[in-house]
């Protein structure tokens, strides 16, 4: 047999799946907070005292079309429970915000006064890796139940806080974008052997090629990196890198770059002519709010959502949970949601079901550790499908998806071609949990490297 079926038995044995395909039976609908009444413990008494979010996000500069929709998200789940009366039907949440975009430095300090002054009891929020690495481990020592919109990068749950008490992430593991693009390119562009990366250099940049490289080994094992250029975080100005490419004549381009920085590298490179003969694969260039990306982004490409989620999947006429939230989030907002936005929305809602569960078993208003512990392995019915919080290491975990971009009559900007969606299960993609974790200076590893390496079959076997 040829490689190329090889690879196409290989995908199918991961359980990839390809075209309009449904997530099973109607998906259910978010829990809704009771009446008061209905709320008030027999066991114990809830305050009326409003429950205080920090939550800090990427606000100011390139990266806010990325964060600022988490903001949003959380917002909106915020005023939905309230508007019932709050969690338990009787406690407000009231949201305290701050930017991430100075870095983790000033992150860290943000989220020590957002507790030791400000009093939040609980937090969310956090989108860029650098940020997480440095507030995972601050939220366990302030022993503060948080609850991340990403929480992505192996890195943090692997060896920054390997042992999470507190500390939850919404998003899929970042290990899971750079397989996602490897499968997809071994699917849409099977002969591309002449590839070109350009990534932002920063953690989630370098540990994305870290993945995609380990993937592309066993999936495309003709394909060789023909030319690699990194730009800093929060470039606009990329001339140079593609010029660099455009030179080494790839056949396909792949991109970790997202938000403002993705915007302006397309729009150059469309002016440069790069896209005359070379495709291009984004594993998150889909993933800022959709009305960013303009009409003329090149239709074919590869449109990541890191691994998550596009308001157009599942089709809201055919989810009534996914079109509930795209109507209700364009309503307040005035914009379609982002992968960032359904993962604080839905984050919230994780919160408010483990809140709900262990005030059930204990009455009143459940401490931390009565939290904690039903957030563990909870699973609940989201917009993005069915979302699980796995409970050794406390990564909410969906399966993947990703689509490629088409420009259609209903939207004024490209969206997914739902012929092509592709979605895999995330447990065919990732280490499992018992899996051996690298330890502490071992940047160049994560668990789902090494199980790749010595668990999935040999290219072309």
Known sequence: MTNQV?????????????????????????PVAAPVAAQEAA??????????????????????????????????????????????????????????????????????????????????????????????????????????TEGCIDKLFEIEVPNPRYLFGMTNILSADGVTTAIAIARAWPEAHRIAVIHPDYAFGRWFQLHFDVAREKLLPKSQIVSEAWAPLGSTEFSAHITKTMAARPDLLVTAMW????????????????????????????GVV???????????????????????Y?????????????????????????????AAYTGLY??????????????GWPDDDAIVKHLEGLSIEAPSGTVTVRKEDHRAFKDVKV?????VPEYPFPVWDLERLITIPVTSMTAPPDWPKPGKGHNDASATVNWIKTTWPKAGA
């Open 6 to 30: 090889d690879r196409r038995q290989f995908l199918t044995a991961l359980g990839v799946t390809v075209g309009g395909i449904t997530l099973g039976g109607p998906l259910a609908e978010l």
């Open 43 to 148: 066991k114990g008494r809830i305050p009326d005292k409003p429950v205080k979010f920090g939550h800090i996000t990427i606000l100011s500069g390139p990266g806010a079309i990325l964060g600022a929709p988490s903001l949003r998200g959380h917002m909106l789940a915020a005023e939905e429970i309230n508007a019932t009366g709050g969690l338990l039907g009787k406690r407000k949440i009231e949201t305290i915000t701050a930017d991430e975009a100075a870095g983790p430095d000033a992150t860290v300090k943000e989220l020590k006064r957002m507790k030791l002054s400000e009093g939040i009891d609980y937090f969310s929020g956090i989108i860029a890796a650098h940020n997480q690495l440095a507030v995972g481990p601050v939220v366990e020592e302030l022993k503060l139940v948080t609850i991340m």
């Open 259 to 286: 938000g403002g920085m993705y915007i302006a590298f397309y729009k150059q490179a469309l002016r440069h002519g790069l896209f005359a003969k070379t495709q291009i694969a984004g594993n998150i260039n889909f």
């Open 290 to 312: 959709p009305h960013a990306i303009g009409k003329d982004h090149p239709e074919g490409a590869l449109a990541g959502v890191h691994s998550n989620y596009h308001f157009t």
């Open 314 to 342: 599942p089709a809201p006429d055919k989810s009534a949970l996914n079109g509930r939230f795209v109507r209700r989030y364009h309503e307040r907002w005035k914009e379609y949601p982002s992968y960032a936005a359904e």
């Open 350 to 363: 994780l919160f408010k079901t483990a809140v709900e569960r262990a005030h059930k078993a204990t009455g």
């Open 403 to 407: 689509g490629f971009s088409k420009n």
